[in-house]
């Protein structure tokens, strides 16, 4: 068994994901306080951009897997 494009996106798509929701996650547990309103300290955080740029690999390697599927 091979592991194809379409395998390795849903895995980027699945940790980049994961990298969006785990402080997410943390605040509504409480392990984790919320930033003031307004600081835009969560649009700094190294997680959160590891998540963005997971997520955008998924999609774009999702295109390529339906490029190919399409015969184009």
Avoid: D, H
């Amino acid at each position: 068994m091979t592991i194809g494009l379409n395998e390795i996106s849903l895995g980027l798509g699945a940790i980049g994901f994961a990298c969006f929701a785990w402080p997410i996650y943390q605040r509504l547990t409480g392990e984790a306080e919320a930033e003031p309103l307004g600081s835009g300290k969560s649009l700094r955080s190294p997680l959160w951009w590891a998540g963005f740029v997971l997520t955008v690999a998924a999609i774009f390697l999702q295109r390529i897997v339906a490029q190919q599927a399409a015969g184009g």
